[in-house]
T-cell receptor, first 112, second 113 residues
Framework: DTAVSQTPKYLVTQMGNDKSIKCEQN?????MYWYKQDSKKFLKIMFSYNNKELIINETVPNRFSPKSPDKAHLNLHINSLELGDSAVYFC???????????FGPGTRLTVT | AQSVTQLGSHVSVSEGALVLLRCNYS??????LFWYVQYPNQGLQLLLKYTTGATLVKGINGFEAEFKKSETSFHLTKPSAHMSDAAEYFCAVNGRGNNRLAFGKGNQVVVIP
């Protein structure tokens, strides 16, 4: 049983396109995140939702728009893709009581 | 605000030798500290964490870490490296009551046969 799943695993697209990445967790957690991992493996938080409400919004271009239809899902839509958006995007959910985050397998986005 | 420093992006260790990865943190509130491991083309997996209580914490795969408040450190060790330990290791800090993890830049561990 996959705890945090993401689709797609790989995404190759051209500059200027719009794409979405989906994330689902079956752990019953209230809090979910999007992280970006760059080519040097540096991980940076982008967004966090708690029970469908946006609670963290880092300095991310407004081309990136997260959406949480319910607390088990957190999607990321990216408009007008740029070369610099190429990265691995990780979704995570947080067990508030244990203060542990569980990560999805990642989506490798390549913009050409 | 919280931050973590991991020195030495690449760490080479011989199979059977000690693995030591250093992590120093900065936090304005009592910290929660974590080590995560990332195997190639996979997500991050929690190795161990420190929240309160015993300062020496044991994790999965034979790893352990010691919280030293006086040194603001949380170094990760494993007595004997195995080939399967080759991976990227991240230290992270979360201030108590804070919703966000701040990650270090990671250590790429290479195990030499």
């Amino acid at each position: 049983d996959t705890a945090v799943s993401q689709t797609p695993k790989y995404l190759v697209t051209q500059m200027g396109n719009d794409k979405s990445i989906k994330c689902e967790q079956n752990l019953g957690h209230d809090t979910m995140y999007w992280y970006k991992q760059d080519s040097k493996k540096f991980l940076k938080i982008m967004f966090s939702y708690n029970n469908k409400e946006l609670i963290i919004n880092e300095t991310v271009p407004n081309r990136f728009s997260p959406k949480s239809p319910d607390k088990a899902h957190l999607n990321l839509h990216i408009n007008s893709l740029e070369l610099g958006d190429s990265a691995v995007y990780f979704c995570a959910s947080r067990d508030t009581r244990a203060d542990e985050q569980y990560f999805g397998p990642g989506t490798r986005l390549t913009v050409t | 605000a919280q931050s973590v420093t991991q020195l030495g992006s690449h760490v080479s260790v011989s199979e059977g030798a000690l693995v030591l990865l250093r992590c120093n943190y900065s936090s304005s509130v009592p910290p929660y500290l974590f080590w995560y491991v990332q195997y190639p083309n996979q997500g991050l997996q929690l190795l161990l964490k420190y929240t309160t209580g015993a300062t020496l914490v044991k994790g999965i795969n034979g790893f352990e870490a010691e919280f030293k408040k006086s040194e603001t450190s949380f170094h990760l060790t494993k007595p004997s490296a195995h080939m399967s330990d080759a991976a990227e290791y991240f230290c992270a800090v979360n201030g108590r009551g804070n919703n966000r993890l701040a990650f270090g830049k990671g250590n790429q561990v290479v195990v030499i046969p």
